[in-house]
């Protein structure tokens, strides 16, 4: 009897094992065969997406690869699509894009030095910088590295060092057109004329390649511009230039600009050609309004709309254009009727901001708050505030400009982009306090940057705001890099605010005699010298008067001349 319980249980147990056993093979069929329909799907969605790309159709592509990032967040090949087609708009997500692509694929050479040409496209030169430092030494000996090391040094003014590289690419890859156009480009820069000559030949030899033929005429045109070489040999440039096939509108503009400089016969016939052509796309349409807009021709631009279809003039960007004609017109009932009861889609935004610009300039001001309201409600994403703030800044809405910037520092993707404009307008508004805020905010993002930290102490000190963490933190910048000069002139600062003026005076006196000469480096070593009751100051404190200098800044100044002249008084 217990022979046949033990059996029983022997079995009992066997077949729940079993039914185990089969649970988990059932799971691992279930997940394996989910994780190959993954992979199927995002080898299928990214051969889609490249197909769209491949034939302009980037809204279906961009679809595409969202539609792999929500199966797969871990999709490098998505998260390189997404890069790719965000760097061709020009928008600033493509670096944290081309950032997540090097995480997800740490070995790959060809992404890292993606992202170092992506962070040079958007001025990133920092972000460029550590890109190429950690590409594998292995890996350094190649045609795509000398041309990433390239586009750093040339957004660094670096012209010769540009060159070593671009000259180390074309070696390693000597059929490579579009290393000989930036080595060419590079060339026509310099200023002695064998380099400058022989940069000219390699554009003029580009000219017969059809890849390369329009950017190197448009390097040619550009730089015969800045040398002011005869205009009409120049317009026979742009001539050919607005011939080939793959020439832009602004190619045909630039001929057009020669043409009416030159006060040429052809002129009006080549005009009335492009207004033909014009309304057949919308952004045709729209880029030629506004070239007549730009050249004094606007009321001729407005004549010439009202002789198109209606539907011609409601596809965008052309209302926002012709907006634009009114403002720069003055004509704001026009811009008044034009916006109060038109529908601009994904823009309204825009179009509430246009009104309320045609009320306010009309002191209809009830109206006009309403609908800068509804404008500023209106702008959700990213993009539709920077195209407002865009709007405003050139309107001169200051007050306007700097709230939507701050709006738009709370967005990631653009946070950085925010805080430097805003520091651009608190420096020209000479807003002490709003510099103060903006270097804050840029110091927590970027704690690496020594010119931020450096800013950051310095305007502290100035404020009087935390000056114990003020004073290490210029210490802390000025012993990273003693030889830079605002380091120096910053760092004596510090010390004199704790009342060291000799060992202030001490420290500046090791910059040089050009250094000194600079305005504002002029004007705290006139302070410094003051403080330690040298007569010496005044002829650096009159020319440190010419910087463009904060209110702390010029009191110190006033200070300065009143203890040099207390001090005379009391002999």
Not at 229 to 246: I, T
């Amino acid at each position: 009897m217990e022979k046949s319980v033990e059996r029983t249980q022997r079995t009992v147990i066997r077949f729940l094992f079993g039914i185990l056993f089969g649970l988990i093979l059932l799971i691992g069929a279930i997940w394996g065969g989910h994780d190959l329909y993954v992979r199927w799907q995002e080898k299928r969605l990214v051969r889609r997406a490249t197909f769209d790309i491949e034939h302009g159709n980037e809204r279906d592509a961009s679809l595409a690869v969202r539609s792999i990032l929500q199966m797969k967040p871990s999709s490098a090949s998505a998260a390189r699509i997404m890069a790719e087609m965000s760097e061709r708009v020009g928008e600033r997500a493509a670096l944290d894009w081309r950032r997540k692509v090097v995480e997800l694929a740490p070995h790959s050479v060809d992404d890292a030095l993606a992202l170092v040409r992506c962070a040079v496209q958007f001025n990133d030169i920092p972000t460029a910088e550590r890109a190429l430092a950690a590409v594998d030494e292995s890996a350094r000996n190649s045609a795509g590295y000398h041309e990433a090391s390239a586009l750093v040094a040339q957004s660094k003014h670096q012209d010769e060092k540009a060159e070593t590289e671009w000259t180390e690419a074309l070696q390693l890859k000597p059929g490579d057109t579009s290393f000989q156009l930036q080595l060419g480009v590079l060339r026509l820069r310099a200023t002695e004329p064998e380099r400058r000559a022989a940069g000219e030949a390699m554009l003029r030899a580009l000219r017969s390649d059809p890849s390369q033929r329009s950017a190197a005429t448009r390097a040619l045109i550009n730089a015969g511009i800045t040398k002011r070489e005869e205009p009409h040999k120049l317009m026979e440039l742009a001539r050919e230039l607005q011939s080939y096939p793959e020439a832009t509108w602004y190619d045909r503009f630039a001929y057009l600009d020669f043409l009416r400089g030159l006060q040429d016969p052809q002129f009006s016939t080549y005009l009335t050609e492009l207004e033909k052509d014009a309304p057949n796309k919308a952004s045709s349409l729209a880029a030629l309004l506004s070239w007549m807009a730009k050249n004094n021709l606007g009321l001729l631009a407005l004549d010439y709309s009202k002789s198109l279809p209606a539907e011609s003039l409601r596809n965008w960007p052309v209302p926002l254009v012709i907006a634009d004609t009114y403002v720069r017109l003055r004509e704001w009932q026009n811009l008044e009727a034009l916006t109060a009861k038109a529908n601009w889609g994904r823009f309204e935004f825009l179009r509430h901001a246009y009104l309320a610009r045609a009320l306010r300039e009309q002191a209809k001001l009830a109206g006009a708050e309403h609908e800068w309201g509804a404008a500023v409600k209106d702008a959700t994403s990213s993009e539709s505030l920077v195209l407002l703030i865009q709007a405003v800044s050139e309107w001169k809405w200051e007050n306007e400009s700097t709230d939507l910037l701050w709006s738009l520092s709370k967005r990631p993707e653009k946070q950085k982009e925010a805080f430097l404009a805003l520091y651009r307008n608190y420096v020209k508004a000479a807003d002490t306090q709003g510099l103060y805020r903006v270097l804050a905010r840029l110091s927590e993002l970027d704690a690496t940057n020594l010119d931020v930290q450096n800013n950051r102490a310095q305007v502290s000190l100035l404020l009087d705001a935390n000056p114990a963490e003020a004073r290490r933190l210029a210490a802390d910048v000025y012993n990273k890099s003693p030889k830079n000069p605002a380091y120096i002139t910053t760092f004596a600062y510090s010390l004199l605010t704790q009342g060291n003026a000799k060992e202030a005076v001490r420290i500046m006196s090791s910059l040089s005699a050009e250094q000194l000469s600079e305005p504002t480096i002029s004007a705290y070593y006139g302070i410094c010298l003051a403080a330690a009751g040298d007569e010496k100051a005044r002829s650096y404190l009159d020319f440190g008067k010419q910087a463009n200098l904060l209110p702390e800044e010029k009191a110190l100044i006033e200070k300065a001349y009143a203890g040099l002249n207390s001090r005379n008084r009391s002999r």
